[in-house]
């Protein structure tokens, strides 16, 4: 038995097109585009900027956006050339299956199933706790035991605001693509609008002084300050950065998918790092880094020292816009990934099942609704974001690695995008995600191997079995 046998790319291609497996297209690059920015802008320019700077990289966590935008690049031309070749749902896990065989596929869409499910998850916990404060502002207090989960440090019942945005963004998903990209797109919009607000704004009450010294000289301890805490730092808030390779998860429901799929996953980079590095920029030079050590809302003590107490509400709102994208995005992608896993066979045959009307894998939103919407409410999930990140840079690397496999497998092949400079940037791709990967903590790789190890155990128990007898 051959776990390695490479599925041809006229194979997949072809397999895609199956009339009772086609999918809606509608989406054009500005569309893409958007959903790229949709899905990277959220709770993580927030919040892990302000913890990042105060516990590892001071204001040099500027650098550190730097460092996670030069593994996202080598990564989305990566991702680029795959999906102007492949253009198939299934983002990293159709890319795998093309170029390194099934259990390598196997291994990256169980992976990708830790990113997009996990990652809802607690970006809906996250949407919870800023909906909460959004109301307190206006006099509105809901139900404590109703806002937070029984493990949380003050236990209540049930999260009720954090499954209420599974359940809403599952049945905007199920009513269709472009439905879900079109309010995808009025919601950048806000959010993008908020963030600009918070640079401009912020730029005038810059204190030269909390930029000294902008590298802290390390305390010793690997992560903390110096090179390895900038590098700490950008393991953290790459998770700011995961989302945008779901841009590929959509390339089915392109117009063009050769043309707009690497448009949406660069444009989309591009812009948010951008916005990130000024974001990161004015609020180091408002807050001294040692002043966010152990403040969950750094941006909210950057707004108390302007003379504008209504950016608060303002900010506070973009996030919620800003998270609802997000969430909108990963369930977004788990159900595309889902899709071409099952229709391969890994995966029972509902999570490929289409919508007559709809033309959406409706089943699988269904499932994941429910499944994201519990762990939302009733699991201490927030400790499993940087199991988010591992994930994701694990997929990069394989994604950059196939890159490098499919050019010399198949030289010929056309390829409407071409990652430049091929294996360098490839390579420089690896290492730098795999630099992120080994800065993060024992217990983020514990989980991984864990999370991997389960997938072994489905892999050989179910999917392989399965696909062998389809194959019959």
């Given at each position: 038995?051959?776990?390695?046998?490479?599925?041809?790319?006229?194979?997949?291609?072809?397999?895609s097109?199956?009339v009772?497996?086609?999918?809606?297209?509608?989406?054009?690059?500005?569309?893409?585009?958007?959903?790229?920015?949709?899905?990277?802008?959220?709770?993580?320019?927030?919040?892990?900027?302000?913890i990042?700077a105060?516990?590892?990289a001071?204001?040099?966590?500027v650098?550190?956006?730097v460092?996670?935008?030069?593994?996202?690049?080598?990564?989305?031309?990566?991702?680029?050339?795959?999906?102007?070749?492949?253009p198939?749902a299934?983002?990293?896990?159709?890319?795998?299956?093309?170029?390194?065989?099934?259990?390598?596929?196997?291994v990256?869409?169980?992976?990708?199933?830790?990113?997009?499910?996990?990652?809802s998850?607690?970006?809906?916990?996250?949407?919870?706790?800023?909906?909460?404060?959004?109301?307190?502002?206006?006099?509105?207090?809901?139900?404590?035991?109703f806002?937070?989960?029984?493990?949380?440090?003050?236990?209540?019942?049930?999260?009720v605001?954090?499954?209420?945005?599974?359940?809403?963004?599952?049945?905007?998903?199920?009513?269709?693509?472009?439905?879900?990209?079109?309010?995808?797109?009025?919601?950048?919009?806000i959010?993008?609008?908020?963030?600009?607000?918070?640079?401009?704004?912020?730029?005038?009450?810059?204190?030269?002084?909390?930029?000294?010294?902008?590298i802290?000289?390390?305390?010793g301890?690997?992560?903390?300050?110096?090179?390895s805490?900038?590098?700490?730092?950008?393991?953290?808030?790459f998770f700011?950065?995961?989302?945008?390779?779901?841009?590929?998860?959509?390339?089915?429901?392109?117009?063009?998918?050769?043309?707009?799929i690497?448009?949406?996953?660069?444009?989309?980079?591009?812009?948010?790092?951008?916005?990130y590095?000024?974001?990161?920029?004015?609020?180091?030079?408002?807050?001294?880094?040692?002043?966010?050590?152990?403040?969950?809302?750094?941006?909210?003590?950057?707004?108390?020292?302007t003379?504008?107490?209504?950016?608060?509400?303002?900010?506070?709102?973009?996030?919620?816009?800003?998270l609802?994208?997000?969430?909108?995005?990963?369930l977004?992608?788990?159900?595309?990934?889902?899709?071409?896993m099952?229709?391969?066979?890994?995966?029972?045959?509902?999570?490929?099942?289409?919508h007559?009307?709809?033309?959406?894998?409706?089943?699988?939103?269904?499932?994941?609704?429910?499944?994201?919407?519990?762990?939302?409410g009733?699991?201490?999930?927030?400790q499993?974001?940087?199991?988010?990140?591992?994930?994701?840079?694990?997929?990069?690397?394989i994604?950059?690695?196939?890159?490098?496999?499919?050019?010399?497998?198949?030289?010929?092949a056309?390829?409407?995008?071409?990652?430049?400079?091929?294996?360098?940037?490839?390579?420089?791709?690896?290492?730098?995600c795999?630099?992120?990967?080994?800065?993060?903590?024992?217990?983020?790789?514990?989980?991984?191997?864990?999370?991997?190890?389960?997938?072994?155990?489905?892999?050989?128990?179910?999917?392989?079995?399965?696909?062998?007898?389809?194959?019959?």
């Amino acid at each position: 038995m051959n776990l390695f046998v490479r599925k041809p790319i006229n194979r997949i291609v072809q397999e895609s097109e199956d009339v009772q497996h086609t999918l809606k297209k509608t989406l054009g690059p500005k569309s893409l585009i958007a959903l790229g920015i949709g899905a990277i802008i959220g709770a993580g320019i927030f919040s892990l900027t302000g913890i990042a700077a105060a516990e590892n990289a001071g204001p040099a966590v500027v650098l550190s956006f730097v460092v996670a935008a030069i593994a996202c690049t080598f990564a989305g031309m990566c991702y680029s050339e795959l999906a102007s070749m492949i253009p198939v749902a299934g983002s990293a896990y159709t890319y795998a299956y093309a170029t390194m065989g099934e259990f390598i596929a196997w291994v990256i869409g169980w992976d990708l199933v830790l990113e997009y499910a996990v990652a809802s998850s607690v970006v809906a916990v996250s949407w919870s706790r800023y909906v909460v404060a959004f109301l307190k502002d206006f006099g509105i207090s809901l139900p404590a035991q109703f806002t937070a989960c029984p493990y949380d440090p003050t236990p209540g019942i049930v999260n009720v605001p954090a499954m209420l945005i599974i359940v809403g963004v599952s049945i905007l998903l199920i009513l269709g693509i472009k439905e879900s990209a079109n309010v995808n797109a009025v919601i950048v919009v806000i959010k993008v609008a908020v963030v600009l607000t918070f640079i401009c704004v912020g730029l005038h009450f810059i204190k030269p002084g909390n930029y000294h010294p902008f590298i802290p000289p390390n305390t010793g301890t690997f992560g903390e300050y110096g090179l390895s805490g900038i590098m700490r730092a950008a393991g953290i808030i790459f998770f700011a950065y995961i989302g945008f390779d779901s841009v590929s998860t959509a390339a089915q429901e392109s117009r063009k998918p050769s043309r707009d799929i690497p448009i949406g996953i660069l444009g989309s980079l591009f812009i948010c790092t951008i916005l990130y590095l000024l974001f990161a920029f004015v609020l180091t030079g408002m807050v001294n880094y040692k002043d966010m050590r152990g403040d969950a809302a750094p941006v909210a003590t950057a707004i108390g020292l302007t003379p504008y107490p209504w950016l608060k509400m303002v900010i506070t709102f973009g996030a919620i816009m800003g998270l609802t994208s997000v969430v909108l995005v990963m369930l977004l992608g788990q159900s595309r990934v889902f899709y071409s896993m099952s229709r391969d066979g890994l995966l029972p045959s509902i999570f490929s099942e289409i919508h007559p009307k709809f033309h959406t894998p409706w089943k699988s939103n269904l499932i994941f609704m429910v499944m994201v919407g519990l762990g939302a409410g009733f699991l201490p999930i927030s400790q499993l974001g940087h199991m988010t990140s591992i994930g994701t840079l694990m997929a990069f690397i394989i994604v950059c690695a196939g890159v490098i496999v499919l050019r010399y497998a198949q030289p010929n092949a056309p390829r409407p995008y071409r990652t430049p400079w091929v294996p360098l940037f490839p390579l420089l791709g690896i290492v730098v995600c795999f630099s992120m990967m080994y800065s993060l903590n024992t217990q983020t790789w514990l989980r991984l191997i864990v999370w991997l190890i389960i997938g072994m155990v489905v892999y050989f128990s179910y999917s392989r079995f399965h696909s062998r007898l389809n194959k019959l």
